[in-house]
């Protein structure tokens, strides 16, 4: 039997509202694809391109981004600055030739265990057609 | 052995050659540069000269030597990483990539044997293309002690005669080269032999570049070490590779572990072109660096092709190709420098 | 017309005034029709300037290096330096002046108004002239060139060999300067994103396949980052300054250490060194084209920069080295920035 692809996406999540909806999913025994790699970050604003691009590089089918919704960041304007470089990374991706849902970016609060859920869900779903991700991946 | 080969024969005798690797200059884009040519009945002679020369051949820009694998701290597997032997041909080498060649034989394989170039070399054979019109309007290859149609470092040296190829072999392995499809080849006649001289001279009257007194600027080079002559050749320079990697003798490289895995621990030791013109060459570990700025870069350059290698190996360090001149982004001209060396006055 | 003649004039008297240390302007290379930095720090010298289609270098670059100089002497000479910039090169200096890289009193800008031409672009001079012929290049008039080979005098249209940035150009006069050359003129040759076109309408396979055909070329000699008057980082993340190894590191600690770019020119590694550049240049790269040119083996990285220059543009209306007073692309944000693509 072909074994079917399990693509392996890293999620991004910053400590106050994503990473704590992704525990929430978890508490309240809500059910999602274990595809999924989870990093804690302190914020979305903090995430350099350099993480996203190594993610790919080491790997990744797909990658996630995600924070708290704007007005709502512990830093006051860390989404904000997310916000706008992760449109640039997110442009320049797409440019070079990969597949635009190969990269994503979501807004999750601490309260959104059930979107969490369903962003996971989607972006499998998305994935599993595209394949293995083999441009970006080290060929060291 | 000299022979005459038919222009129409050439892609005949590359076919007989399919026991080899053949590498010979490719265009893609406006770019020249050797590569493993599938088919070599393609293979085109006529082109001014490569980007990178020749050597990315025999010693390439990434070079693995050994991978690392532990799972473990007390076990660590090595496997050496040794390149196969397998006989190769560059076709269309100019006498100046050929000579440089032969002066990274001297570096490699002297003293020390780097067994990672010499396999390669080993089993190489380089097929010379003499220049009857200089590759580039910045040759200057007869003031090295090179000239458009040495045979320094090759197996075989082909002419373009017109219709024909002079083909005169320089070692055992270029004569037996020629001896797989003597077929091919005729005996020259008398007088092809003086056509073959008025060519050479020719094209040597043709290179416009000139160093004067090379010797005495090899030696006068320590003496204006500390000047502030450096500062002022240096301004322009922006401190990129390009002369460096582009140049057929440059050979400084860097070694690197380049991990794929953290756990369990598994890697490459690889071995990478360097350049000493670049911030972090000679960057010690504690932060100093030795060559902190431009000038004592760009002498280290001129220093180590034209004094310091002259005095260890005496020879020049440099094969006139002039590749550093055409490409070097702020056009420094290392010939115009040497001669500002010459004339320069405390 | 700038007149060549009323740069010399400027060049001496800043020099005889002694308000500048020296002047960077472009003068004649001896063996080729291109021109070549200068560095003149003598009234005399100034005759060696030229102004003409091949002053193509973005001397802001060479800011960098006189301020590295400037830190190693104990007692430096604080007056500024003279530079000569085309209307690309001085929003190179609003960069640096936003970045506080430059302090605005290290600089004297001499702006140079290309008016309606520019500067020529070699890959296009070489399909129509054979270069070794090439003796001379000059502005014509009626924005055309005028070339002098070994057999005369042709006249060309400008366009026909002009760089594309030049062709793309909207800043053709200065924007900020302390004396101006030429004429302030308004032209608009092209539209502005004009060359990224043709990317619009391909797939993303056939983008994939662009690119991967044209990185992979990369041999890594980093001029693309030296000639670039932003690439000023003291530890460029594509170099191994950071990562010093002692005695005692142990292969563990090697091993754990970020290295997010490898020194070997393989296609993951050169990828990752040309994203990561375009996106430190987002939002400060002033398109004078100089990484595209200088590359040895002819990778379009113009495109790339240009594809950011338009993202900002079009998503968050900002143009770098317009005003040195407003807040960098990236450390700005507006509340409505667009956000259709988050979920």
Request: glycine fraction near 6%; aromatic fraction near 10%; charge should be neutral.
């Amino acid at each position: 039997m072909e074994e079917k692809f399990e693509p392996k996406i890293i999620a991004f999540l910053c400590k106050w509202c994503s990473s704590a909806g992704s525990d929430l999913a978890g508490v309240s025994r809500m059910k999602y694809p274990p595809n999924v790699v989870p990093i804690t970050v302190m914020c979305s604003g903090s995430i350099s391109p350099n993480y996203i691009l190594s993610a790919f590089k080491d790997g990744a089918d797909g990658v996630l981004v995600s924070g708290c919704h704007p007005g709502d960041c512990h830093y006051i304007k860390g989404n904000y600055y997310a916000r706008r470089r992760i449109t640039l990374v997110k442009e320049l991706l797409e440019f070079i030739g990969i597949e635009p849902e190969r990269f994503q970016m979501s807004w999750v609060s601490a309260a959104e265990g059930a979107k969490y859920t369903e962003i996971i869900k989607d972006f499998v779903k998305e994935l599993e057609p595209l394949g293995p991700q083999n441009k970006l991946r080290s060929n060291l | 052995m000299q022979m005459i080969l038919s222009k129409m024969n050439f892609s005949s005798w590359l076919k007989k050659l399919n026991s080899y690797r053949i590498f010979a200059p490719v265009k893609s884009g406006e770019v020249w540069s050797y590569e493993l040519v599938e088919k070599p009945e393609n293979i085109i002679l006529d082109y001014p000269n490569t980007i990178i020369p020749p050597k990315k051949v025999l010693f390439p820009q990434r070079e693995v030597l050994l991978e690392f694998e532990s799972s473990s701290e007390q076990e660590i597997k090595l496997k050496e990483v040794i390149p196969e032997e397998t006989p190769s041909v560059i076709f269309g080498i100019r006498s100046c990539d050929a000579s440089g060649l032969a002066k990274l034989e001297k570096i490699f394989k002297g003293g020390f044997e780097d067994l990672y170039f010499s396999k390669r070399k080993n089993q190489t054979i380089l097929v010379g293309l003499a220049c009857n019109i200089p590759p580039s309007p910045d040759c200057f290859c007869t003031s090295v002690g090179g000239s458009p149609y040495s045979k320094d470092g090759l197996d075989i040296l082909m002419t373009d005669m017109g219709d024909e190829y002079y083909v005169e072999s320089v070692t055992e392995e270029g004569e037996k080269l020629i001896e797989s499809a003597i077929g091919l080849f005729n005996d020259p006649e008398e007088n092809v032999k003086k056509e073959l001289e008025k060519i050479h001279l020719e094209s040597e009257k043709k290179i416009k570049r000139y160093i004067k007194d090379i010797d005495k600027i090899s030696s006068k080079l320590p003496e204006i070490f500390e000047t502030e002559f450096w500062d002022k050749e240096s301004l322009s320079c922006i401190l990129c590779g390009i002369c460096t990697y582009s140049c057929p003798v440059c050979h400084c490289f860097d070694i690197n572990d380049e991990v794929i895995c953290t756990f369990p621990l598994k890697g490459k030791r690889v071995r990478t072109w360097d350049n000493c013109q670049f911030p972090d060459f000679t960057m010690h570990s504690s932060g100093h660096n030795p060559r902190p700025d431009k000038a004592s870069r760009l002498r280290q350059r001129i220093m180590h092709k034209f004094n310091y290698f002259n005095e260890n190996c005496m020879e020049l360090l440099c094969t006139g190709c002039g590749r550093c001149i055409s490409k070097c982004p702020v056009g420094i001209d290392i010939v115009e420098v040497l001669e500002k060396v010459r004339v320069y006055e405390k | 017309m700038v007149k060549l003649d009323d740069i010399k004039k400027e060049c001496k008297s800043i020099l005889e005034e002694g308000k500048v240390k020296y002047i960077v302007g472009y003068k004649r290379n001896n063996n080729y029709y291109m021109s070549i930095p200068a560095f003149i720090e003598k009234i005399e010298e100034t005759d060696q300037l030229i102004w003409d289609p091949t002053c193509v270098y973005n001397l802001v670059r060479f800011l960098r290096d006189e301020k590295l100089r400037k830190e190693r002497q104990k007692t430096p000479d604080t007056r500024p330096i003279g530079v000569i910039v085309k209307g690309c090169d001085s929003r190179a200096i609003n960069v640096l002046l936003q970045e506080k890289f430059i302090k605005r009193e290290n600089v004297y800008i001499i702006g140079v108004a290309c008016e309606k031409s520019g500067v020529i672009e070699k890959k296009k001079l070489r399909k129509k002239f054979n270069e070794k012929n090439i003796k001379q290049i000059e502005f014509g008039k009626d924005n055309n060139f005028i070339i002098t080979t070994e057999k005369g005098k042709t006249t060309i249209s400008a366009e026909e060999i002009l760089a594309e940035r030049c062709i793309e150009c909207n800043n053709n006069t200065p924007v900020i300067y302390d004396v101006l050359l030429g004429e302030k003129v308004e032209r608009s040759l092209s539209e502005h994103f004009r060359s990224l076109e043709k990317f619009e309408s391909i797939s993303t396979e056939e983008k994939w396949n662009f690119w991967k055909k044209e990185l992979d070329k990369c041999i890594r000699c980093y001029a693309c980052r030296s000639v670039c008057p932003m690439c000023y980082c003291d530890e460029c993340i594509a170099d191994s300054i950071s990562l010093a190894v002692k005695p005692d590191t142990t292969a563990e600690e090697k091993a754990q250490k970020i290295r997010w770019v490898e020194k070997s020119p393989v296609s993951s590694e050169n990828f990752s060194y040309h994203l990561i550049r375009a996106l430190h240049l987002a939002g400060r790269c002033i398109d004078c084209g100089e990484c595209e040119r200088v590359c040895p083996v002819d990778i379009p990285l113009r495109y790339l920069n240009k594809k950011m220059e338009k993202e900002a543009s079009e998503q968050f209306g900002y143009t770098a080295g317009l005003d040195p007073e407003k807040p960098a692309l990236v450390s700005d944000f507006k509340d409505d920035d667009p956000q259709d693509f988050i979920i």
